[in-house]
């Protein structure tokens, strides 16, 4: 299948923002830095945006900044990419996993109360597969519960919720402009957002070695900052998010309409909100089966994500065992991602869509 990146129609665009950075020998914390902030807070609908080095650290920071520590805990969805836990770990907090909607594949807003002790400070939720989390009763425990409520958006750059853009409904919330996303750099970068100034400030601080001001450090921090670089190229993408995410809905809409195969579950849309598509994830007994046939005719697949978090060597310590998290691990054996990217043709489309239906 042909791939045209985004990259390549604004190419040009993209070689002006290098020559403005090269020429200006400014690298870091600079004038990009702070007008893609701007630019990208005034995108959200937030009042803060603070560049980080990738979207890990901006949830990481995010939580720091909200004092989370160790001892704590830290609601988590048990279907995500491990990057959602391992902030809460690298915070010294533990994180409590919750079972999420079969249908939507994100965070089940009726399992979290149950888990909830004297230990639990924030819920995270994420917005998986660019698919917006039911945000009403997600706000609702949080404030009843007094809890932090962080956003992980690092699949769902424009998303909306009745509405309004995801990364606008926590405390803070974390995005990842890893090339892959709907905005990517050209590289590693990420962002938080937050309507918080004291939080705003307190990510950057903690992003740039605990400091305040040059050599006078208040917190124990961390190197992990948006180099002028990535927020040029990033600024020059940004006005073309939009585009590109109408494009994959197009392409969504397509596959929604067309897949028709009894064998295939196709994503649930709940009509309040509005996804970007990052990921367009089917799901199907015979997983394997089917990634096969599809490979052998051409067509590139993935599966987000094979093993569930709990099942992870790394999270060995928290005790788990297979059949503890029984939703996640249908989804993690039976999840397969199906081509979606900005420019796919109606005959590439089609083609995948046959090739599902003709699948026995």
């Known amino acids: 299948m042909t791939f045209k990146p985004l990259e390549k129609e604004l190419d040009k665009e993209l070689r002006v923002a290098f020559e403005r950075v090269y020429t200006r020998s400014w690298y870091i914390e600079g004038e990009e830095d702070k007008a893609f902030e701007e630019a990208f807070a005034s995108y959200c609908g937030v009042k803060y945006a603070v560049g980080c080095g990738n979207g890990l650290d901006s949830l990481m920071l995010s939580m720091k900044a909200l004092g989370i520590q160790a001892g704590d805990e830290v609601i988590v969805p048990s279907n995500t990419f491990i990057a959602t836990a391992l902030a809460v770990t690298y915070t010294g ?6 079972e999420p909607d079969i249908r939507t594949y994100d965070i089940d807003p009726s399992r979290i109360e149950e888990k909830i002790t004297n230990k639990t400070k924030a819920v995270v939720v994420v917005h998986l597969y660019g698919q917006p989390c039911d945000m009403d009763p997600l706000v609702k425990i949080c404030k009843e519960r007094s809890l932090f409520l962080i956003e992980d958006c690092a699949q769902a750059h424009g998303a909306t919720y009745k509405g309004r853009r995801i990364g606008s409904f926590g405390d803070a919330a974390g995005f990842s402009f890893y090339p892959g996303k709907n905005l990517g750099a050209l590289g590693d970068a990420g962002a938080a957002v937050t309507n918080n100034k004291e939080v705003a400030d307190k990510i950057r601080a903690l992003g740039n070695y605990g400091s305040d001001y040059k050599y006078h450090h208040i917190y124990q921090g961390n190197n992990s900052r948006l180099d002028e670089m990535q927020a040029a190229f990033l600024a020059a993408k940004l006005p073309s998010l939009d585009k590109v995410n109408d494009n994959r809905r197009a392409t969504a809409r397509k596959y929604l309409d067309g897949i028709k195969n009894p064998e295939v579950i196709l994503p649930y849309v709940d009509p309040d909100t509005k996804p970007v598509w990052h990921i367009f994830a ?8 089917l990634k096969a046939y599809l490979e052998s005719n051409g067509i590139g697949t993935n599966e987000h994500y094979p093993i569930p978090m709990h099942e992870q060597e790394c999270y060995k310590s928290l005790g788990f065992k297979h059949g ?20 796919m043709n109606d005959d590439e489309v089609q083609y995948v869509i046959d090739a599902i239906n003709e699948f026995k």
């Open 93 to 98: 907090a533990t994180p409590v996993f919750v």
């Open 282 to 289: 089917i799901r199907c007994k015979r997983r394997d089966d």
């Open 324 to 343: 503890d998290f029984p939703i996640a691990e249908e989804i993690s054996a039976t999840e397969l991602s199906i081509p979606m990217y900005y420019g």
